[in-house]
């Protein structure tokens, strides 16, 4: 694993395979830390999941849900940035301090997560408003036309956003400053850094799902899954499907593993981030000794 130790290898770009060979590098070497911090994101996503089983016949259950979660999950987030910049620069950390750092910007940083995901919520809201109208006017030309508009929307500006945490965290930008911040690092490589944060995000997903499919498929093949089939599994895990079972252990079981495994699976996507930020930094400005420091 590459880290920096001296001014010639600030300058060296990172690059894509390197950037996913370290990713799991730096999670795989320092596992017990990431664990750490990442025990705070399990606790929000049982937060989230206990609050839209409450409120289930509630049509704002996924808002109170998420917003209730939020700080806890953005909080593991920051955490994992300030712990893997801090290893990849070959210092030392705990678990504690990273997450105490994180803390410390934690209003910038959920006001920045909020317009990060108002980006991609607005457009799928419309979305789903104009999926709906299908129902009363019997056309699919307005979804059709809301999608063509929205989904370019929602993907361009997630991307441009994507480094709020680094640029709170990292450079400690203000409020108004860290999407700007953002924006300017992806401006003439949004292709690149779009590209490169698919394939992270396809390589973390893959693992997810396939051990859900493994401990599924092995209730299944001794027949203790209630009633559940391949096919329930796959719109259960991917689609977020009810997991249709007559077996409560079954039930438990799965929704537990996926808690669990939607939690380890956080640090590669937050650390693959992170150094898409840093290959960025240095393509384009040649320098992080800010970060260093």
């Not at 909080?75 to 070959?90: H, K, N, P, R």
């Not at 950390?93 to 209003?107: D, R, Y």
């Not at 396809?202 to 899954?225: K, M, R």
């Not at 329930?232 to 537990?256: C, G, K, Q, R």
Request: with cysteine; proline share 2%.
């Amino acid at each position: 694993m590459q880290t920096i130790n001296n001014e010639n290898n600030t300058l060296k770009p990172i690059g894509v395979w390197n950037i996913l060979d370290m990713t799991y590098s730096l999670y795989r070497k320092h596992f017990s830390l990431f664990l750490g911090i990442t025990a705070i994101f399990f606790f929000s996503n049982i937060i989230e999941y206990s609050i839209k089983g409450f409120f289930v016949k509630s049509d704002l259950r996924q808002i109170i849900a998420s917003l209730t979660a939020m700080p806890f999950a953005v909080l593991s987030m920051g955490g994992i940035v300030v712990a893997a910049s801090t290893i990849y620069f070959d210092k030392e950390i705990t678990s504690e301090n990273a997450l105490l750092q994180s803390l410390k910007h934690l209003v910038s940083l959920m006001i920045s997560h909020i317009k990060w995901r108002m980006a991609q919520v607005i457009p799928l809201v419309l979305i789903i408003v104009s999926t709906r109208s299908i129902i009363s006017t019997g056309s699919i030309s307005l979804v059709v036309l809301t999608v063509a508009i929205c989904l370019p929307f929602l993907i361009y500006f997630s991307v441009r956003w994507i480094f709020y945490l680094e640029t709170v965290l990292l450079e400690k930008c203000s409020l108004g400053d860290a999407l700007r911040r953002s924006s300017e690092l992806v401006e003439n490589n949004w292709w690149q850094v779009f590209g490169t944060l698919l394939l992270i995000l396809l390589s973390s997903y893959a693992i997810q799902y396939i051990f859900e499919f493994s401990i599924g498929l092995v209730f299944i093949i001794f027949d203790i899954a209630g009633g559940a089939n391949f096919r329930t599994i796959l719109e259960w895990s991917i689609m977020d499907n009810v997991l249709d079972t007559s077996s409560y252990p079954f039930y438990l079981i799965m929704i537990a593993s996926k808690l669990f495994l939607n939690a380890l699976i956080l640090p590669i996507w937050v650390i693959g981030v992170m150094l898409v930020y840093i290959d960025r930094r240095i393509q384009k400005e040649g320098m992080i000794s800010d970060i260093i420091t």
